[in-house]
């Protein structure tokens, strides 16, 4: 009798177990790639893991944590929290999380917050002048500390809104790259959750309980327009499944030839030839197949990532 009514549980505990487990392989595996794909962590970088308290950094900092562990290269991690004086932050939170996981640390005291509402008026967007002061501040906690990468938590879904952002407020196809270099030439920053989605970094929050600390400075803007266009790729999602894996698959296939931007190609100077280019015209360009926006077709793109090599380890806005 016993055994009959522990057994279910028993099952469904194992179950949890396993999918835990599927998660984390998978997101040690999509981070492996990134880093890979991107050269983004390098025998003896010392890594600036950036933690606001939020599920997608502390992912971040516990996943490259476990690659550390079995990278083929020496790296080495320090974690910087920028403490911008929010009202009501809870100040111990984050070093008692850190002494805990014996993670080097440091916490930056700025008082970023007063500035923003000082400046910003009352119900407008706070987010580019926050975002524009923890910047400059981070470059220069990480030459304080010699830290050679600057690791921020921006995954795969922050890519993308931040694409849509741009075309749709700021006319340009511009997104967030996963590596790129500061504009004073001396910092390289890195999103190794570029591959990630942001339902596992919620789903790894809550099995890993991480102490999430809320945003309160913007947090509570309910109208940005992120979350109009994060609402957007979710509603695609469930509709229409496979359609946001090629949206993203295709921000690494660009066919310049094929765009208007005469910067990135000469038109001026198409001239006839008489040989074959790659990129030339096929009279009727393919229409996109209805076909190809399933998820059969996402999961194709995806598996294309993992059979890169993955021996390394694994813009602010």
Same mark, same amino acid.
């Given at each position: 009798?016993?055994?009959?009514?522990?057994?279910?549980g028993l099952k469904h505990a194992e179950k949890i177990a396993y999918e835990n487990n599927k998660l984390h392989k998978r997101l040690?595996?999509?981070?492996?790639?990134?880093?890979?794909?991107?050269?983004?962590?390098?025998?003896?970088?010392?890594?600036?893991?950036?933690? &606001?308290?939020?599920?997608?950094?502390?992912?971040?900092?516990?996943?490259?944590?476990?690659?550390?562990?079995?990278?083929?290269?020496?790296?080495?991690?320090?974690?910087?929290?920028?403490d911008q004086k929010q009202p009501n932050f809870p100040a111990d939170v984050l070093p008692n999380y850190l002494r805990n996981i014996n993670v080097p640390f440091h916490i930056e005291n700025q008082d970023t917050y007063s500035i923003v509402k000082r400046v910003i008026p009352e119900g407008k967007t706070t987010c580019s002048l926050c975002s524009r002061l923890r910047r400059?501040?981070?470059?220069?906690?990480?030459?304080?500390l010699g830290a050679t990468k600057i690791a921020l938590g921006h995954h795969r879904d922050d890519i993308m809104e931040t694409f849509f952002l741009n075309m749709f407020f700021g006319s340009k196809l511009k997104g967030m790259p996963p590596k790129l270099? &500061?504009?004073?030439?001396?910092?390289?920053?890195?999103?190794?959750?570029?591959?990630?989605?942001?339902?596992?970094?919620?789903?790894?929050?809550?099995?890993?309980?991480?102490?999430?600390?809320p945003c309160d400075l913007c947090g509570s803007q309910e109208n940005l327009q992120r979350k109009q266009i994060k609402?957007?790729?979710?509603?695609?999602?469930k509709k229409?499944?496979?359609?946001?894996?090629n949206i993203f698959s295709s921000l690494s296939t660009i066919v310049p030839s094929h765009l208007m931007d005469r910067s990135q190609f000469d038109f001026a100077e198409l001239k006839v030839t008489g040989t074959d280019l790659p990129?030339?015209?096929?009279?009727?360009?393919?229409?996109?197949?209805?076909?190809?926006?399933?998820?059969?077709?996402?999961h194709q793109t995806i598996h294309l990532h993992t059979q890169r090599n993955t021996q390394s380890a694994g813009e602010l806005d």
């Open positions: 009798m016993i055994a009959t009514t522990t057994m279910p040690c595996r999509l981070v492996g790639e990134a880093i890979s794909d991107f050269k983004m962590i390098e025998e003896g970088d010392k890594v600036m893991v950036c933690l &606001s308290g939020g599920k997608d950094s502390y992912a971040l900092l516990d996943i490259l944590l476990t690659l550390r562990e079995r990278a083929p290269i020496h790296f080495d991690i320090v974690a910087v929290n920028l400059g501040i981070l470059y220069r906690v990480a030459d304080e270099q &500061s504009d004073d030439g001396k910092h390289i920053v890195i999103r190794p959750l570029a591959y990630v989605r942001e339902t596992d970094t919620e789903r790894y929050a809550e099995v890993k309980n991480f102490p999430i600390i609402n957007m790729l979710r509603e695609w999602d229409y499944p496979g359609r946001v894996e990129d030339g015209d096929i009279a009727f360009d393919e229409e996109p197949c209805e076909s190809r926006d399933t998820t059969s077709q996402g």
